[in-house]
């Protein structure tokens, strides 16, 4: 059983910064996929960015250019850094773990108990 655990969630204007981690633990990381969902009031979750075993990343089209996405093995920890935040990111964050299969094919069963982002206008 994987528990997963985020920190770095808070309230930012446009235009600021945040990031957020997730620290892993019972198995072992470096073989897991990460990913970070959110899910914003009255829609659905949806996959942010994710990162494979072997270090490729997947972006959501609405963030590519923004964030970054980056993993840690010796710290069990992947991170989120998240830059030219907009009003429209305001979304409750989760990380995920799971298996990367190839291309963009990930499958993720695992998640945390999400920390929330809220940026203001």
């Known amino acids: 059983q994987v528990q997963l655990v985020e920190s770095g969630g808070g309230l930012v204007q446009a235009g600021g910064s945040l990031r957020l981690s997730c620290v892993a633990s019972?198995?072992?990381?470096?073989?897991?996929?990460m990913g970070w969902y959110r899910q914003a009031p009255g829609k659905q979750r949806e996959l942010v960015a994710a990162?494979?075993?072997?270090?490729?990343?997947l972006y959501a089209d609405s963030v590519k250019g923004r964030f970054t996405i980056s993993r840690d093995n010796a710290k069990n920890t992947v991170r989120l850094q998240m830059n030219s935040l907009r009003p429209e990111d305001t979304a409750v964050y989760y990380c995920?773990?799971?298996?990367?299969?190839?291309?963009?094919?990930?499958?993720?069963?695992?998640w945390g108990q999400g920390t929330q982002v809220t940026v203001s206008s």
């Open positions: 990162i494979s075993n072997s270090g490729n990343t």
């Open positions: 995920s773990a799971g298996t990367y299969y190839s291309g963009y094919n990930y499958a993720f069963n695992y």
């Open positions: 019972g198995n072992t990381f470096s073989n897991n996929a």
